[in-house]
């Protein structure tokens, strides 16, 4: 049976996404060698939508989205777009080292 997943980035600043995962985002993780980090996920979701294209995304899930960008800022996240009301939730993005840009969101449901 399956008991979880795993997600990966891909990128040649693999080094700064792993330190701002760790330090800004603050997740737990694990050093498995050489600076290797496994970082422990909150609990997941997964959704399956329409779409003319195949495509996948990564989109990290809050409570108070206002209170969770003031902290993220406070780390030094940057935002790249304003909070807007995406219909199923309050939802903004930020960017990861690398050029990577995540959404982040406060579900409605």
């Known amino acids: 049976?399956?008991?979880?997943?795993?997600?990966?980035?891909y990128g040649p600043e693999a080094d700064?996404?792993?330190?701002?995962i760790r330090d800004k985002l603050q997740f737990?993780?694990?050093?498995?060698?050489?600076?290797w980090l496994i970082f422990d996920l909150p609990p997941a979701e997964l959704g399956c939508h329409p779409?003319?294209?195949?495509?996948?995304?990564?989109s990290f899930v809050c409570d108070d989205i206002d209170a969770t960008i003031a902290e993220l800022r406070?780390?030094?996240v940057e935002f790249s777009k304003e909070v807007e009301d995406a219909g199923y939730g309050l939802s903004t993005k930020f960017l990861l080292p690398g050029g990577l840009e995540v959404e982040l969101y406060q579900p409605k449901y």
């Open 74 to 76: 406070d780390r030094g």
């Open 28 to 35: 737990a993780h694990r050093d498995v060698g050489e600076g």
């Open 16 to 20: 700064d996404l792993r330190a701002f």
């Open 51 to 58: 779409s003319d294209r195949t495509a996948h995304e990564l």
């Open 1 to 9: 049976m399956i008991t979880g997943v795993h997600a990966m980035f």
